[in-house]
């Protein structure tokens, strides 16, 4: 893994904490959630205030997370909502802290001034032991405040304050005034300048979590489903009316169709689909140049070129099914018949423009894991696992090829690979949709 963080592949984005006044108030924080404390004088934060250097000294890698539900999270600064989150047990965890940084920014900005926010992503559930209990999980609020209760106060003296204002005797009682003098030298001005955190239901219904071996829960689509990274017989009772594995490839294939999840490369508009389809292939010459003991390295299109030939005799179907597609997409070749039990199938797909699109393309990149840049891409914790089983040679290969077409443009990247083109008013995408909708030779008349 050395390699990968040494070219920023992984722990990158992290935010630097070496302030004794940030440790300081980390520690509280760390504290205040877990009873423990660092004593380590720098280490690096993810999103939610997960450190590896910290997770390294304490032994325990989830001591934000315990049982991977409910994380718990610490805020030093706003700047932590561009951070990844590492360890990360369900998709939408890091889209949640990112929106609820969002969403309070300047009450979070003026109390991070200060003290450290610690808080947590609170559900029904307190542990994951079986995936019924698991996807009992509906809902998801978040529960903040600074180490020293400031924005329980401010309720507090907001409270108080409206107590004085309404009630006639509240003027003669010295308690409650000495309560509010007291609070206000915490809180400072209340009504000038307020700080109250937005509290937001964010509905957890489709998502993936690494539960169990990995799992897809998609609820709120017209026919709902969950699909396993592992045998589905091993998991028991998933209350779902339907549950498929991997080696379903023709029901997940029928799932997202039914579903308007994804759609075929080839028909993506504003992409050079060839381009998508021949770096695919790239990946797959790489992976059997160095199971066959081959050093990579930084391999130019000619030398890719050239493994091919030279390993022509082991190519795959996956390659010759994606070699087939960018002939017909390239110079007007036969039609492939690829079905969903082959093996080049979900390779040529990319999720369609949904809601769901992200857990959709981080669904194919499990299940066409040879193109390495998506799996990278789109499931970092998947990625990782595979690139620790790879050969050395490919190591190299795909971490000198993310360093060098992704990292310097990663926002290009994927709007090339991901990203939707907006129907246009173009004559030729207005006749195709006429005739998708009533035929070439147009509505027919009674």
Not at 4 to 12: A, C, D, P, R, Y
Not at 198 to 220: M, N, P
Request: hydrophobic share 40%; with cysteine.
């Amino acid at each position: 893994m050395k390699r990968l963080i040494s070219k920023g592949l992984m722990f990158g984005n992290l935010i630097e904490v070496s302030s004794p006044v940030l440790i300081d108030r980390y520690n509280r924080a760390l504290k205040s959630l877990v009873g423990k404390t660092t004593k380590l004088k720098d280490f690096h934060i993810d999103i939610a205030g997960y450190s590896p250097e910290i997770g390294d000294e304490l032994g325990d890698h989830m001591y934000l997370n315990h049982a991977g539900v409910n994380r718990q999270f610490i805020l030093l600064t706003t700047d932590q909502k561009t951070a990844p989150l590492l360890h990360a047990k369900f998709s939408t965890s890091r889209d949640i802290l990112r929106q609820f940084i969002h969403d309070n920014e300047a009450q979070l900005f003026a109390l991070t001034a200060q003290d450290a926010v610690a808080g947590e992503l609170v559900n029904s559930v307190y542990d994951a032991t079986t995936p019924a209990r698991l996807l009992n999980i509906r809902k998801v609020e978040i529960e903040a405040d600074t180490t020293d209760g400031a924005v329980q106060k401010t309720v507090e003296l907001t409270d108080k304050i409206n107590r004085f204002k309404r009630e006639p005797e509240a003027w003669y009682d010295d308690v409650l005034i000495a309560d509010m003098i007291e609070t206000a030298k915490t809180t400072g001005d209340v009504l000038r300048n307020p700080i109250k955190l937005k509290k937001k239901v964010f509905q957890q219904d489709s998502f993936w979590t690494a539960h169990f071996g990995g799992l897809y829960v998609f609820r709120d689509v017209e026919h709902p489903a969950a699909i396993a990274g592992v045998d589905k017989s091993q998991l028991g009772n998933v209350p779902m009316d339907y549950l498929f594995d991997f080696t379903d490839r023709r029901y997940i294939a029928k799932f997202l169709e039914l579903n308007d999840l994804a759609e075929p490369i080839v028909k993506a508009k504003g992409v050079n689909r060839g381009a998508i389809l021949r770096q695919k292939m790239d990946f797959i010459v790489a992976d059997i140049a160095a199971d066959a003991g081959e050093e990579l390295g930084n391999l130019s299109r000619r030398d890719i070129r050239s493994l091919t030939r030279k390993y022509q005799n082991r190519l795959t179907d996956e390659y010759h099914g994606l070699e087939a597609l960018v002939r017909w997409a390239e110079a007007g070749g036969r039609w492939p018949k690829i079905s969903a039990n082959h093996p080049a199938y979900f390779y040529t797909l990319r999720a369609a423009d949904t809601p769901h699109a992200d857990l959709v393309n981080m669904l194919l990149s499990e299940l066409a894991p040879k193109d390495a840049r998506q799996l990278f891409i789109c499931h970092k914790e998947a990625f990782y696992a595979a690139y620790a089983q790879w050969p050395d040679a490919k190591k190299e290969f795909v971490a000198e090829f993310l360093a060098r077409e992704y990292l310097v443009d990663k926002v290009g990247a994927r709007e090339a690979l991901f990203g939707h083109e907006a129907d246009t008013d173009d004559p030729t995408h207005v006749r195709e949709r006429m005739i998708q909708r009533v035929g070439p030779w147009g509505a027919l008349r009674r």
